[in-house]
């Protein structure tokens, strides 16, 4: 076991546990040597401390994406070239980590696979990325940019467009090969003209896609608009739902028994709802569906949100944003906030630390336990009590592996 070199001081949330004066030490190797609670023991030790600083694990966005776009528009996001996503991608990690991300899942997106590999090589500062590389979705499905001939949208898709049980399998094996650590895939469309929207891919398509993920030992997460999708993804098997907007008390009931995760990203809708002029370049929801739109985002923001909490569902943070104006990462912790007026703080927090290291899978993150990761948030005033104290600007300062920022410093610098 790694000795303790560097501690800091504080109030500290475990990730599931609240301990109101304690000590964290982290060894060089950036691994978690010592937690203790109560007056700290040592002396002559390099100790962080401050007045009334609370330490929480790391925290984690389980969905988003680097688009590098700065509009929500769908057109942008396809289009873009990958060069210019990662250009601007660099920026947004470092905003990530600054604001106490320090895991993010980034689930389908152009450069995200090669952001992973420049923060673990140490190119670029950043939070540990886990990503899908190329979503998979069907031809004509959610994000097909339907205005080019389809050679054209597919070239240019971050999806990986696949139809029938055996191209669906292909792709798992084509997002593995490029590096993928997920597997994500649009098990409906988005907003559909009609009433409702449209389920994508079947069931069979959408279970060789988990039973093939899982063969590969990744996880399978889906996004999911409607009742039909939702059933779909359940009967496939995956392990966690995106959006799951269309949320019923027998289909909160159908996702408890299975143990699969529900993310709700209700930030997404709110960041859209403000930027409604840029969405009527969408022919898809001109008109009418307007209206319907509105009507399911508010469900989905309330009512849903309250019968997944008494579901006992298994709820996790995500934000779904793009790094568009609307949704820039670095302010990723409003999710946080939403989900604490139905879940309070610390379940709330807990979404976004080590509920959602099990979600993505994380061994050793989202918990202050000896033998963890060093990613740690350290934040001024007590976040339990009062949830804004996660935004950016209550951050102190973030661990990450072996190396610790002092936000304020940093902030002076510039
Ligand atoms: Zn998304």
Redesign the pocket.
């Known amino acids: 076991m790694a000795s303790a070199e560097r501690y800091f001081k504080g109030r500290i949330f475990d990730g599931k546990d609240i301990f109101e004066e304690g000590w964290v030490g982290i060894s060089k190797e950036g691994i978690i040597a010592e937690v203790g609670e109560g007056k700290f023991p040592h002396t002559g030790q390099d100790i962080i401390e401050g007045k009334d600083l609370t330490i929480l694990p790391g925290l984690i966005d389980a969905?988003m994406?680097f688009f590098g776009c700065r509009y929500e528009d769908i057109a942008e996001w396809n289009l873009i070239s990958g060069e210019l996503a990662s250009i601007r991608s660099v920026t947004d990690m470092r905003n990530l980590l600054m604001a106490g991300f320090t895991t993010v899942r980034d689930?389908?997106s152009k450069t995200a696979i090669h952001l992973a590999q420049a923060e673990i090589e140490g190119d670029i500062t950043g939070p540990n990325v886990i990503a899908s590389g190329h979503s998979l979705a069907q031809t004509g499905g959610n994000d097909d940019l339907k205005i080019l001939p389809l050679d054209m949208a597919k070239a240019l898709s971050y999806s990986y467009y696949c139809d029938g049980p055996w191209e669906c399998v292909s792709a798992v094996r084509k997002v593995i090969r490029e590096g993928g650590t997920v597997i994500k895939v649009y098990a409906s469309g988005g907003f559909a003209a009609g009433n409702r929207p449209l389920p994508n891919l079947t069931v069979e398509e959408l279970k060789a896609i988990v039973d093939e993920g899982h063969r590969s030992g990744v996880k399978v997460t889906a996004?999911a608009y409607g009742e039909e999708a939702l059933n779909n993804v359940i009967d496939a098997g995956v392990d966690s739902i995106?959006h799951g907007i269309g949320l019923t008390e027998d289909i909160a009931e159908r996702i408890r028994k299975a143990g699969i995760y529900y993310i709700p990203?209700m930030s997404v809708y709110m960041a859209e709802k403000d930027n409604q002029g840029r969405l009527d370049l969408l022919p898809r929801i001109r008109g009418k569906s307007r209206v319907n739109r509105s009507e399911i985002v508010n469900r989905h923001v309330t009512k849903e949100i309250e019968i997944a909490r008494d579901a006992g569902l298994k709820i996790v943070m995500g934000t779904?944003f793009v790094g568009a104006e609307n949704s820039r990462h670095g302010d990723n912790a409003i999710e946080i906030e939403r989900l604490s007026r139905y879940l309070g703080p610390a379940k709330a927090l807990t979404a976004s630390t080590s509920l959602a290291a099990e979600c993505v899978g994380l061994q050793n993150s989202g918990r202050i336990k000896n033998g963890y990761s060093a990613d740690l948030v350290v934040v001024k005033g007590n976040s339990l009590k009062d949830i804004r104290r996660v935004r950016k600007d209550a951050v102190k300062y973030v661990a990450h592996g072996s190396r610790i920022f002092d936000i304020d410093a940093i902030n002076q610098m510039v």
Do not use: A, V
């Open positions: 969905h994406h689930l389908g996004h995106e990203t779904d």
